[in-house]
Every structure is written in structure tokens, then in C-alpha cells.
């Protein structure tokens, strides 16, 4: 996603990434990728619990809480207009599907007429 933040940002659009990870950890891995956009630690789970995306024995023999990947498309209300999730935490949304969808979506966040 780090390689296409500018695609998305001239779309209006904004990441934001969460993980159960501690806040060092994520210091390390946005410097390690180059991410310019805020990484954000739930090592409770709080987040991932409260969207739904807990993934249950994705670590065993730890208590360390997993989110499935997801993706959530936001408008500027805060509306959900769209979300991405997998069943297996190593699976990933591809950045130019995601840039196709919010294209699709328009301004604003709302689908055009007709699509």
C-alpha cells in the first residue's frame, strides 16, 4: 500500500493501518517500508474486536489477539461505503483494486450513478 499512498491521497482518500503489535514494533516497520501513514497498535484488541475481524488460532499457542486482514472504504462522514475481508491473516487487498474501487465510488465516497 506504502508504494501507492500518493495514488490514494490525490483520490481524497487516507490509510490508516491497525495491528494488534506493539507501538515499537510498528515504529520499526514504518521506517523498515517507508509508510507515511499512521500505523495504529491494538495489542488488547479492542479495535479488532469491536469491527468483527478477530481471527481466532491464527497464532497458536499464544493469546496474542490476530486480526483478519480488512479494509474498510469510508466516506467523509465516517459511513462505511465498502469492506474487504479475508479468512487468512497472510492474505492481503491489492492496493490497485482498492485505487479502482474508491475511482469507482467518485467524490465523496458515494457510487456514481449507474455503477
Do not use: C, K
Not at 491521497?9 to 520499526?28: D, F
Not at 469491536?50 to 483478519?68: E, I, M, Q, S
Amino acid at each position: 500500500m506504502q508504494a501507492l499512498e500518493g495514488d490514494f491521497r490525490a483520490l481524497g482518500a487516507e490509510l490508516v493501518a491497525v495491528s494488534s503489535s506493539g507501538v515499537e514494533s510498528h515504529a520499526s516497520l514504518a521506517r523498515r517500508i517507508g509508510a507515511g501513514f499512521p500505523i495504529l497498535s491494538d495489542p488488547e484488541g479492542q479495535a479488532i474486536r469491536a469491527y468483527g475481524l478477530l481471527h481466532p488460532g491464527a497464532l497458536p499457542f499464544t493469546d496474542v489477539p490476530v486480526a483478519r486482514p480488512a479494509v474498510f472504504v469510508l466516506d467523509p462522514e465516517g459511513v462505511v461505503r465498502a469492506r474487504h475481508l479475508t479468512e487468512n491473516w497472510r492474505v492481503r487487498e491489492r492496493g490497485e483494486r482498492l485505487l479502482a474501487e474508491l475511482r469507482r465510488l467518485g467524490a465523496g465516497g458515494r457510487r456514481e450513478p449507474g455503477r
